[in-house]
């Protein structure tokens, strides 16, 4: 399949799961450690319980420093009763914990007019953050033009035969950007990662899957007729 078909491909793609799921809206005017802990929460229990637990925390904490502060049976009682997978505490409490380390304070606004590129060696140096969350927060609050790719979106891209078989993030993040607009990569990565975690998953289930008809791998899975 030539480059030129694949960008189509992406585009149909995309216009699909769009239907199927609805645009995301881009996080508002918050802070860039409330933006992370908005994230590290969303990509693990999906948006709703995200935003459910993003208010419980500003209910129930003073600010930032105090969920630094508390123990990881508070922050994961936050979690639960917002409906969220309580195994994300020690992400949240670490990562607050290191930019405190870093910074004196539990607040990255130091970095506000830094170029991307400097932004992104500084998080990657916290080591507390995957790639994904850096490059998240790069798109949503740089505009920076970079698609973040984490290891469902990898999979269901090589899948659906947007990449080659079984490319890995860094790759598939590289393929995926020279198919993708670039005014597209937040709903992309937004409805990828959604349908990845829903339907097509460790064992996808191809036969609810509303892109199957233009999945190889769902092709040969379910029956379904190319098309
Ligand atoms: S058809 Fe199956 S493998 Fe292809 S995108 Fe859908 S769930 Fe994933």
């Known amino acids: 399949m030539i480059?030129?078909?694949k960008s189509r491909d992406a585009a149909k793609l995309l216009g699909i799961l769009e239907q199927r799921y609805g645009k995301k809206p881009r996080p508002p005017g918050w802070s860039l450690v409330e933006t992370l802990l908005f994230y590290v929460i969303?990509?693990?229990?999906?948006?709703?319980?995200?935003?459910?637990?993003?208010?419980?925390?500003r209910e129930e904490y003073v600010n930032l420093n105090e969920v630094r502060v508390s123990t990881l049976?508070?922050?994961?009682?936050?979690?639960?009763?917002?409906?969220?997978?309580?195994?994300?505490?020690?992400?949240?409490?670490?990562?607050?914990?290191q930019i405190f380390a870093?910074?004196?304070?539990?607040s990255?606004?130091?970095?506000?007019?830094v170029p991307a590129d400097q932004v992104k060696r500084y998080l990657s140096r916290l080591d507390v953050l995957p790639v994904h969350a850096i490059d998240y927060l790069l798109l949503v609050k740089w505009d920076y033009p970079i698609l973040p790719v984490d290891r469902q979106v990898a999979r269901m891209a090589s899948r659906l035969g947007l990449t080659g078989a079984n490319t890995r993030e860094v790759r598939a993040q590289k393929t995926l950007m020279r198919?993708?607009?670039?005014?597209?990569?937040?709903?992309f990565y937004t409805?990828?990662?959604?349908?990845?975690?829903?339907?097509?998953?460790?064992?996808?289930?191809?036969?609810?899957?509303?892109?199957?008809?233009?999945?190889?791998?769902?092709?040969?899975?379910?029956?379904?007729?190319?098309?």
């Open 3 to 5: 480059a030129a078909n």
């Open 42 to 57: 969303y990509y693990s229990s999906g948006v709703t319980a995200a935003r459910r637990a993003f208010k419980a925390f």
């Open 73 to 97: 049976s508070e922050i994961r009682a936050t979690l639960r009763m917002a409906g969220a997978s309580d195994k994300t505490a020690v992400q949240l409490r670490g990562m607050l914990k």
């Open 102 to 106: 870093s910074e004196n304070v539990v």
């Open 108 to 113: 990255l606004a130091g970095l506000h007019g």
């Open 179 to 187: 198919k993708v607009n670039s005014n597209s990569y937040y709903d």
């Open 191 to 227: 409805l990828f990662l959604e349908h990845a975690s829903k339907v097509c998953t460790d064992k996808p289930r191809c036969d609810r899957c509303v892109v199957a008809k233009y999945c190889k791998h769902g092709r040969s899975h379910s029956g379904v007729k190319s098309k």
